[in-house]
């Protein structure tokens, strides 16, 4: 008898002594019924379309900070990018800053700080 067989014997068993426990009163079977989070996509529209405010935003909290700091910036501008120049959406410096403005408003995840831009409120 292979493991596999005997795991198989061994949870058939205890099925069985289960159902006889059930049966004769002695053992009391409740369910465990556990909340359903609502799933959240990987992306910030989950797939419906967006007006592109979000994107707008971003766009406003880069040239805030292009004002406030431009030494910072003008360095950002120099960060080498290896993606793929046909796949980019956004450029380097406006991802870094994102990420800085996350760090600097304590967003722990970009799906975080997509419903603070989203305006739902942190959860």
Do not use: W
Request: glycine share 10%; proline share 3%; with cysteine.
């Amino acid at each position: 008898m292979t493991c596999r067989d005997k795991r198989k014997q061994r949870q058939c068993d205890r099925d069985v002594k289960i159902a006889e426990g059930i049966i004769s009163g002695k053992t009391a079977y409740i369910p465990y019924e556990r909340e359903k989070k609502e799933a959240q996509g990987n992306r910030k529209g989950g797939g419906a379309n967006t007006d592109g405010r979000n994107d707008e935003m971003a766009e406003r909290a880069t040239g805030l900070l292009r004002l406030l700091i431009p030494a910072i910036t003008a360095k950002m501008s120099d960060i080498y990018d290896p993606r793929d120049k046909s796949k980019i959406t956004h450029s380097a410096e406006t991802l870094v800053t994102y990420g800085l403005l996350m760090f600097l408003c304590h967003v722990s995840s970009c799906r975080e700080a997509n419903r603070l831009l989203g305006g739902e409120g942190a959860p």
